[in-house]
Every structure is written in structure tokens, then in C-alpha cells.
């Protein structure tokens, strides 16, 4: 399967679960707005996706996914499920113990990561109950993140990439089915949450199942290429921690400001969607080729994929960036204001949106070029880089949030600014070192277009503002109005951005067909 196609099956199925994760978030804002139950909520969803992310994302894969590559093409199909087998039951009973001591713990884990909530005794045992219900989730996503391994390692990239469209129709679905029959709305949620992880998991083993991978727990065995999955895995375990704590060190900063965690969970979900559907599956789709590549020594067929990918990525992440630099306000209040989420709560989500949006294609472009390190086999390069931005972002964080508040602007506005301006450092590192080692050199080609891209874009803003300007005033009245607009601009802005594109030579749409059904 070609990169791009094999871009566009996780893009494709990504877009389908974030067009669903937005349903479940205008539903979640008009219930619990930007209130302490949204807050406790939020804070209980993310605690086990904290440590899913620090497991079992992007340091497993980094490990994973290139080791079982290789072994499927050394040692064949029977031997790379073996080796997945005994991952399967390590990382099983390891997690299961973990889950287990934080479920007793919760509560000094609580004032460890949201000491913000413990000055509110009834949102601090809230946010203790809900994420004692949600935390069981980490167990079956984790094993989730590994069944999506084996299926990416043979190039079957749709059920791992389906896989979170059933959390958001399990979400969605406590929201609709069992608010009634719940304490509140958070706690049906979090509950949601757990049955989710759940049928995630069946899902998953079902699709490897179909492919001939089946898998049972089983007592772990510490061979040979355990110790060296684990001896890779080590060093990015290390890496996703500092970036996760870096990503915590903002709930644990905005749990003292009110609203702060709230605001800035929509904004970043709104963020999430181009770079979920651009960075994310580009990076999965990136992983398997350049391993293959580089194991056979093919080191400009590498670099000329990398071009490839950041061309493609570049392409669709900069319109996204400048329509959410350009028209927040639009956004924001089209999609969540509505219920208990009101016009000052979207305000305000809207100036994090701006924030978050600025190191955008820096996210992006991260998920390309940490790919890169991976697929040599270079896991603690990203680590360093990462201590480096983890440093720069802490000492932002505090002195944007200080800044602010002495202004008495929105200080949360400050956590997104120092994300953001992190990321392009990380991007900056990682690009430089690459570079300096020859693994990588920006083509002609890649430069001209992406020049293309960026005059196109601008023509886009153009478009934007001139219509905002103009006609913005009259789509003001209701929700109807707010959502007709948000639908007008993105149509104008697409249809000026895409006719550039055409008319410059940026996107040639008969070159992309083929390439699409190109197998490489």
C-alpha cells in the first residue's frame, strides 16, 4: 500500500471518529458547560489517557512497530506473533498491577495532579470517584495500542484507526442513555469512558483474529526480544514522559484557574481534529515504510518519503492553522455555544484556539520527523529534545500565566502560547540533528510547493476576513445563524484555498490520483 493511501485510510477513518468526538463534545458542553463538574470530568478523562500516552502510544510504537516489521520480513508471519504474544502478556499483567495500586491510591494521586481541586473538598472527591471509574480504561487501551501495532506492522491500518470511533459512540451514548438513570452527567460519562476501553479491546482482537494473529493471556516470558522490545522502549517510556508531564504541568497549573482546564480541552479538541487526521495518521502511515527503507539500506528512498509526507501534510495543516487564527470566534461559538456553554465561555475558548493554533504545523511536522528518529532505531535523540522543550515550556508556563494575570487578561491564553511555542523548538532540534546526519535534506520540489501552499493560503485569510467583515454581524441572532456561517465560510475558504492550490501547481489532482493508487 502506497504512503498516501495508506494516509488517506487513517485520515478517512480518523475523520469519521472526530466528526463523532465533536457530536460528543458539543453534547458534553451543553451539559456541563465550562463549570467544576466539567472540570472534574475532564480531569478524570485525561488521567488515564495521560498514562496510555506514556505506556502505550508513542514510545510502544516506536519500539514496536519496527522490530515486528522486521521480524515478519526475516522470520515470517508465525514468529511476529509469538513476539507479539509475549509483549501481549507483559504489558497486560504490568498494567493490571498499576491499575490496581493507582485505584487505591487515587486520592494522594489526585493532590499530586490537580492540587488546584483540594482547596474544593466536594469537586476534589468528585474528581477522585470519577476517575476511579474511568482509570480501568488504561488497562484495555494499552492492549489496544498493541493489537493496532500488529495490524500497522502488516500494513492494515483501518481497524486501528476505527477503533476511537466506538469511545466517542460509547460517550455519546452514556450521555443520551444513562444521564437519566446517573448521579449527574460526569458520572455517566465516566462510566462511558470504562465500557469503551472495553469494547475497543474485542474490537481490536477480533480484527487481529481475522488476520492470524490471535492472542490469550498468558504468564510473561523475559526473553531475548522482550528485553530488547523493552531495552528500545525504555528510552521513549522516557521521552512520551517528559512530554506528557509537560501537558500535565498545564492541568496542574490550570486546575488554579478557573475555567482554565475547560476552556482549553475545547480548544485543543478543536486542534486535535487536523492534527489527528493529518499529523497523527501520517506518522502511523510513515512508521512501516521508513523502517522498511532504511533496513534496506534505500536511505534516499527515505528522504524523498519524508519530502513526500511533508508536502502532503503541510498542504492540508496550513489552511487549517490560518482559518483557526482567522476566525476563532466563528468557530468556537458555532460549535458549543449552546446550553450551560455560554457566549463568554466561548470567548474565551476562542483566544485558546488562536494559542493552541500557532504551533500547529509544528505538532504536525513533529509526528513526520520523530518518525524518522524511530525508524533507525534512534529512541533517545527525541528524548533529550524533549527534556530540552519540557524545560523551556515549564518556565514559559509560569511566566505567560504571571504575565498575564499582572494584565488581567485570560492566563490560560498563556499554557497554549508556551505548548506551542515548545513545539516548534522540538520541531527546530529534531530537523536540525537530522540534517546534520544527512538523513535528511528539503528538496526543490518540496520547497517550491510548499511556497504554493503558503501564497494559497494567504489568499484563504483574504477571503476569510473579507466576508467575516462584511457579513459576520448578520449571522449573530441564534444558533442556526452561528452554524450557517461557521458552513458558508468554510466552503468559501475552501473552494479559494483548493482553486489557488490548482491554479499555482501546489495540488495537481491527476498526480495525486496516481500516487493515491500507486503501490510502491
Not at 485525561?46 to 521480524?71: C, Q, T
Not at 470511533?165 to 450521555?175: R, Y
Not at 487564527?325 to 458555532?334: L, T
Not at 488581567?408 to 491564553?413: G, I, L, Q, R, Y
Request: aromatic share 12%; hydrophobic share 55%; glycine share 6%.
Amino acid at each position: 500500500m502506497s504512503l498516501v493511501k495508506s494516509f488517506f485510510t487513517i485520515s478517512g477513518l480518523t475523520f469519521i471518529s472526530r466528526i463523532l468526538g465533536f457530536i460528543r463534545d458539543i453534547l458534553v458542553a451543553s451539559i456541563l458547560g465550562a463549570g467544576p463538574l466539567a472540570e472534574a470530568f475532564l480531569v478524570a478523562f485525561k488521567l488515564p489517557n495521560f498514562f496510555r500516552r506514556l505506556f502505550a502510544e508513542g514510545a510502544f510504537n516506536a519500539a514496536f512497530v519496527p522490530l515486528f516489521s522486521g521480524i515478519i520480513a526475516t522470520d515470517g508471519k508465525e514468529k511476529a506473533r509469538k513476539f507479539a504474544q509475549d509483549i501481549f502478556s507483559f504489558l497486560f499483567f504490568v498494567l493490571l498491577i498499576f491499575t490496581i495500586l493507582i485505584e487505591i491510591f487515587m486520592p494522594f494521586v489526585m493532590k499530586g495532579l490537580a492540587p488546584g481541586f483540594v482547596s474544593d473538598p466536594n469537586k476534589f472527591e468528585l474528581a477522585v470517584y470519577l476517575t476511579r471509574a474511568t482509570f480501568p480504561y488504561l488497562l484495555f487501551i494499552s492492549l489496544v495500542s498493541l493489537l493496532a501495532g500488529v495490524m500497522n506492522g502488516m500494513n492494515r491500518f483501518a481497524a486501528g484507526a476505527a477503533a476511537p470511533i466506538i469511545l466517542n459512540l460509547s460517550l455519546i451514548g452514556a450521555i443520551l442513555f444513562l444521564t437519566d438513570v446517573s448521579k449527574t452527567a460526569a458520572h455517566a460519562l465516566s462510566y462511558g469512558v470504562a465500557i469503551a476501553g472495553v469494547l475497543q479491546f474485542f474490537w481490536m482482537l477480533a480484527a487481529c483474529k481475522r488476520e492470524g494473529m490471535s492472542f490469550s493471556i498468558k504468564l510473561p516470558k523475559l526473553n531475548k526480544k522482550v528485553k530488547l522490545f523493552l531495552s528500545k522502549m525504555l528510552p521513549g517510556i522516557f521521552g512520551a514522559g517528559v512530554v506528557q508531564i509537560n501537558l500535565w504541568v498545564d492541568i496542574i497549573i490550570g486546575t488554579f484557574i478557573p475555567g482554565a482546564i475547560a476552556f482549553l480541552y475545547y480548544a485543543d479538541r478543536v486542534n486535535q481534529l487536523p492534527l489527528s487526521l493529518i499529523g497523527t495518521a501520517m506518522g502511523v502511515a510513515l512508521l512501516p515504510m521508513l523502517s522498511r527503507q532504511i533496513k534496506e539500506k534505500r536511505i534516499e528512498d527515505s528522504i524523498i518519503s519524508q519530502n513526500r509526507a511533508l508536502e502532503l501534510v503541510l498542504l492540508l495543516t496550513l489552511p487549517a492553522t490560518a482559518a483557526f487564527i482567522a476566525i476563532p470566534d466563528v468557530i468556537i461559538s458555532a460549535l458549543f455555544e449552546r446550553g450551560a456553554f455560554e457566549e463568554k465561555d466561548s470567548l474565551a475558548t476562542a483566544y485558546g484556539l488562536v494559542a493552541y493554533a500557532i504551533g500547529l504545523p509544528a505538532f504536525v511536522m513533529v509526528k513526520i520527523f520523530s518518525s524518522s528518529f524511530f525508524a533507525y532505531g534512534d529512541t533517545k535523540t527525541p528524548v533529550k529534545i524533549a527534556g530540552v522543550c519540557m524545560v523551556a515550556n515549564v518556565i514559559m508556563n509560569i511566566g505567560f500565566v504571571i504575565l498575564l494575570m499582572e494584565m488581567d487578561k485570560m492566563p490560560h491564553v498563556g499554557l497554549a502560547v508556551a505548548t506551542s511555542i515548545s513545539s516548534w523548538l522540538n520541531l527546530t532540534l529534531l530537523v536540525s540533528i537530522l540534517i546534520k546526519k544527512k538523513k535528511f535534506e528539503l528538496q526543490k520540489r518540496t520547497k517550491e510547493i510548499i511556497s504554493k501552499v503558503i501564497l494559497s493560503t494567504f489568499v484563504m485569510v483574504f477571503v476569510l476576513w473579507i466576508v467575516k467583515d462584511t457579513q459576520g454581524e448578520n449571522f449573530t441572532s441564534s444558533e442556526f445563524d452561528r452554524i450557517s456561517f461557521l458552513i458558508i465560510l468554510m466552503v468559501l475558504g475552501k473552494i479559494s484555498y483548493f482553486t489557488c492550490t490548482h491554479l499555482t501547481g501546489a495540488l495537481k489532482l491527476g498526480e495525486l490520483k496516481r500516487f493515491i493508487g500507486k503501490k510502491r
